[in-house]
């Protein structure tokens, strides 16, 4: 009887272990400092229609509006509106570079509106990225735009 | 038609070779006489340009066994430099330079296009003379025959796949074509611009659509088709020597096939556009349209034409 309720109450223990325990997600790359010439977090304000689409054959940048939410580095204020093309948004970040877009990286899967994302972007555009455009703002905006470096989710 | 062109010069393309590497080939403009210029199972030859004269030859090379991508071939491999019948080949630069060259009209100097903006460079003492930048250009410059502008594929219009020009004394731009467009060239007197553009489309295809050839005034007014089917996308036009006919490929792929052979090449009338090959869905967009009289040339990639003869002579 006495080893019965060892048993169960091992069993217990086990159960409520397991319980506690939680799963760890694996870490992200540390977010390099000196990355590009701007580090921010800000929140993506929309993702207008057609502005991400699935595309094997060709690759193309599309270029989305974000809210700043603080900048660590850069002179950009919290609440400012900026510009940053992504490419391949289609794709997983991890999974977006490649020999034409160089180090393209960080831990966003998918683009959703309101999500904070942490970004390291470069400037001007035409330095760093030769090819297909998808603006959705053309005309709205003039000045920067910046060139996504990497983007891990906040 | 075949017999019309066959004495009108010479055609280069890219295609692969019984061997498999891509090679580039020289033909009569009714697709006979076929014959290799460049000969090298070692590498990937492709891309050919001739000068405006029909003298000498650009084209790109990189080693056998690595992929031609549709939207970089203008910058994979190295850029060299024969004479026509593909003879005195060197190399101009190393891996990735001189990306996106295109002849000037004297064919002393080439036009390049890379991040940092377009490059003018004289070949003989391989010296830089101009810088400008490139606004939104990023692919496939074409030095207009009177050297005063260019042609190429812009983001900078709205779409990423636009059509626009550059004047070379003001750098002014301005849009030819702003739907998805690609591979543009100049007609022969310079006044207009043949290129590929996605015609707007329901889904069809894939959601893909199909590309088709049309022209336009340099300043982009009076945009009109050329030719168009339903099951092939047609790139790569190009304008004979004495204006009168287009060269063209087609192809099942958005791409034009490179990663594989190519795509059949195609020869017509301009006078004849606009044509369609005859489709129900074709008929109902371009009732105007004439039933398309085509010359069907080997399969290729990227046909280049030069009314010399220079192409043909011995090695």
């Known amino acids: ?154 | 038609m075949a017999t019309e062109v066959r004495p009108l010069g010479w055609i280069a393309f890219s295609a692969r070779s019984p061997k498999g590497d891509w090679e580039v080939y020289a033909m009569r403009p009714d697709g006979s006489d076929v014959r290799n210029l460049t000969n090298s199972p070692d590498t990937e030859d492709f891309y050919p340009l001739f000068s405006r004269d029909g003298l000498q030859l650009l084209y790109r090379s990189m080693p056998r066994g690595q992929t031609l991508n549709g939207s970089d071939y203008g910058r994979q491999g190295r850029l060299m430099l024969a004479r026509a019948n593909g003879s005195e080949a060197k190399a101009m630069g190393g891996e990735g330079e001189l990306p996106w060259a295109s002849w000037s009209p004297d064919g002393r100097q080439i036009l390049t296009l890379q991040p940092k903006g377009f490059a003018i460079v004289d070949l003989a003492s391989k010296q830089v003379v101009r810088t400008f930048p490139r606004g939104g250009f990023y692919q496939q410059p074409t030095w207009s025959p009177d050297g005063k502008a260019l042609v190429g594929v812009s983001n900078g219009f709205n779409t990423g796949w636009s059509i626009a020009r550059l004047e070379l004394a003001t750098l002014q731009a301005n849009a030819v074509s702003v739907a998805d467009c690609c591979t543009p060239d100049w007609s022969a007197n310079g006044q207009r611009v043949v290129f590929s553009r996605r015609r707007p489309h329901a889904g069809e295809n894939g959601g893909y659509g199909w590309t088709e050839l049309w022209q336009a005034g340099a300043d982009g007014q009076g945009a009109s088709l050329v030719y168009a089917e339903v099951g092939r996308h047609l790139y790569g036009g190009h304008v004979s020597p004495d204006g009168r006919y287009v060269l063209f490929s087609g192809n099942l792929w958005e791409d034009g096939d490179p990663a594989n052979r190519g795509a059949p090449m195609g020869l017509a009338r301009l006078t004849d556009a606009p044509m369609i090959a005859e489709h129900p869905q074709l008929r109902q967009v371009y009732p105007q349209a004439k039933a398309a009289q085509v010359l069907v040339l080997p399969t290729g990639h990227e046909p280049c034409w030069t009314s010399s003869q220079a192409p043909g002579l011995p090695r």
């Open chain 1, 1 to 154: 009887m006495k080893r019965l309720g060892f048993i169960l109450l091992a069993v217990l223990a086990l159960a409520g272990l397991a319980w506690l325990w939680k799963p760890v997600p694996p870490k992200a790359a540390p977010f390099p400092a000196d990355l590009g010439s701007v580090e921010v977090v800000a929140k993506l304000v929309e993702v207008p229609a057609g502005a991400v689409f699935h595309r094997e054959l060709y690759h193309y940048a599309t270029i989305l509006r974000y809210e700043v939410v603080s900048c660590a580095r850069g002179n950009l204020k919290p609440g400012e509106v900026i510009y940053v093309a992504h490419y391949d948004p289609w794709k997983p970040r991890a999974e977006a570079g490649d020999t034409r877009a160089g180090q393209i990286g960080g831990t966003v899967r998918s683009f959703v509106a309101g999500d904070r994302h942490h970004l390291a972007l470069a400037a001007p555009l035409d330095d760093h990225y030769m090819g297909g455009l998808v603006d959705k703002y053309f005309g709205q905006h003039a000045g920067v735009t910046y060139w996504a470096l990497r983007t891990d989710a906040e």
